[in-house]
């Protein structure tokens, strides 16, 4: 079978500008409404819609493989509940500031504080749940400034849009790829700190346990850490109800040094992976179980 034809240039710049209109004109009327207004109306919405769609057959399937303790009605509920957190967060980028400023509750900071004492980098270990975003204002208000590694969008115009939401809260924010990596190597030579989510599937990885199974997982903070003495932190972000959330710094992972690197490296993002499961678990309809996390998921 030959392979499609890929729409032209003018095609698909014409969509995308198409795409970051209707994104601007929500994300305005998500600003006009006000966090909570806004916030509740994306969630009903896309609880209402998302279930319905294609795509959470994916997460319907994950759930019976991962979570088999559950009945077809706790499934239906967490899908509804991830659709909905979803929702709510896309309404939230343009409130972000406030929402960090005023709706967050923060615990465990000591753990914050003793990383930064080590006076080295540390990169922030956080997953799709809740509100992710809220991380780097958060950070900076405690006087740690992050630059995000986020995958970046294929709209650039949208991409660029959910950038200037995240306005000053990150010091940047930079795309994943080799040209990031380099500038990812520099920030650390100058001690800087970063915001990474790694709960995603990273094709060129390592296989890492994740709910018992084997999950391509990125092993760049396990290497990070052995190198260079980055402290990897692990941040726990909680959706407590409507636009309020709980975040829980939690102690840093241990890196070992064995004398075998890649064992080392296994050692440490199992421990990671281990740590965003066990969030996972207790929020089960905060979590992307849209995504392909796993092999043949």
């Given amino acids: 079978m030959a392979d499609p034809v890929a729409p032209p240039p003018r095609a698909i710049r014409l969509r995308h500008r198409l795409e970051a209109a209707v994104v601007h004109a929500l ?8 966090p909570d207004l806004a916030s509740a109306v994306g969630g009903r ?38 659709w909905e957190n979803l929702g709510r967060t896309a309404a939230e980028y343009p409130h972000i500031a406030f929402l960090a400023a005023n709706r967050v509750e923060v615990r465990g900071m000591e753990h914050g504080v003793a990383a930064h004492a080590r006076g080295k980098s540390i990169i922030f270990i956080a997953g799709h749940l809740a509100n992710w ?51 990812v190597m520099k920030l650390i030579s100058l001690n800087e700190h970063f915001g990474m989510l790694l709960d995603q599937k990273q094709n060129d990885g390592i296989a890492v346990p994740f709910f018992g199974a084997p999950a391509m997982t990125t092993p760049v903070p396990a ?11 692990p941040i726990q972000i909680e959706r407590l109800r409507g636009a309020r959330f709980r975040v829980t710094v939690h102690p840093m992972i241990a890196t070992p040094d064995s004398g075998d690197r ?19 678990r207790q929020n089960p309809g905060q979590w ?10």
């Fill in 288 to 297: 992307l179980w849209l995504h392909k996390r796993w092999p043949n998921g």
């Fill in 262 to 280: 890649a064992a080392d490296t296994l050692t440490i993002m199992t421990a990671v992976n281990a740590r965003i499961e066990s969030w996972v």
């Fill in 45 to 82: 919405i896309a609880r209402f819609i998302g279930p319905k769609l294609g795509t959470s057959k994916r997460a319907r399937r994950n759930l019976a493989r991962f979570m088999p303790e559950l009945d077809d009605a706790a499934r239906e509920r967490i899908v509804a509940e991830v």
């Fill in 223 to 233: 290497i990070f850490a052995q190198r260079f003495g980055v402290a990897l932190l």
């Fill in 27 to 34: 994300f305005w009327l998500a600003r006009r409404a006000g």
């Fill in 133 to 183: 975003e809220i991380l780097p204002p958060i950070a900076r208000a405690h006087g740690l400034s992050l630059h995000v590694v986020y995958r970046a969008l294929n709209n650039p115009l949208v991409d660029a849009l959910i950038t200037r939401c995240r306005g000053e809260g990150a010091a940047s924010a930079i795309p994943k790829g080799f040209d990031g990596a380099k500038r």
